[in-house]
């Protein structure tokens, strides 16, 4: 069964400072993998997804095969930034389109 | 279009009572789909639709869960005899064949 694995449940950092959430899949083919965010209050939406290598918000992920790995990268967060970020995969053959979610990640930027 | 609708927005009900969930996709996606999500956990798959033809259940979908789109528009889920455990974030989301899909503000029930 696929699975994904987001180890820091919560992150803080301070606005103008890099941030790096984790997630790590288990898939061995070629997965499609996916970040949503949740603002306070907010619908889930997409943040990214690793096919279409977009930068959105100044936000990046970069596929690692080899260490089934898919990180979520900002080089300078912003208050705004704060919010749940959820790493996804998606699933192929049959069940092509169903998402597998990790934990979620909290992260606060603070001023 | 404002996107993907699901009513109730709330709801509380007592262990045993039977409740049903409505959702209205964006109106031109083919897919609907069905999540639920705990306290402290991300979204898990229900069971999603292609048109009107339910095309794969979770197992975690007992025999008192049942989800339905009649014409390939909005879908329901319906909980039978509710327990606690029942008691969750439901979420909807649809899509364009296999393009990004878009969540509704989810159903969150309560099982007393």
């Known amino acids: 069964a696929q699975r994904v694995t987001q180890p820091e449940k919560l992150l803080s950092v301070f606005k103008g400072a890099p941030v790096e959430l984790k997630c790590n899949y288990s898939y061995s083919g070629s997965p499609e993998l996916f970040w949503y965010v949740q603002y306070s209050r907010q619908r889930l939406q997409l943040l990214l997804r690793h096919i279409s290598r977009e930068s959105i918000k100044g936000f990046t992920a970069d596929l690692n095969k080899g260490e089934t790995s898919f990180h979520l990268k900002k080089p300078f967060a912003q208050e705004e930034d704060s919010a749940m970020y959820y790493c996804?995969?998606?699933?192929?053959?049959?069940?092509?389109?169903?998402?597998?979610f990790g934990q979620g990640t909290i992260l606060t930027v603070h001023p | 279009d404002t996107g993907v609708s699901q009513n109730p927005r709330h709801k509380i009900t007592k262990r045993g009572q039977n409740v049903t969930f409505r959702c209205d996709p964006i109106?031109?996606?083919?897919?609907l789909y069905w999540y639920r999500q705990t306290l402290g956990q991300g979204p898990e798959f229900l069971t999603y639709?292609?048109?009107?033809?339910?095309?794969?259940k979770s197992r975690l979908l007992s025999d008192r869960f049942s989800a339905e789109r009649p014409k390939g528009s909005f879908s329901t889920l319906e909980i039978q005899r509710t327990e606690q455990g029942d008691s969750a974030m439901y979420l909807c989301?649809?899509?364009?064949?296999?393009?990004?899909?878009?969540f509704g503000p989810g159903t969150r029930l309560t099982v007393l």
């Open positions: 996804a995969e998606g699933a192929g053959g049959t069940s092509y389109g169903k998402l597998t």
């Open positions: 109106s031109e996606h083919n897919r």
């Open positions: 989301a649809s899509s364009l064949d296999w393009n990004t899909q878009y």
């Open positions: 639709f292609q048109n009107e033809a339910q095309l794969e």
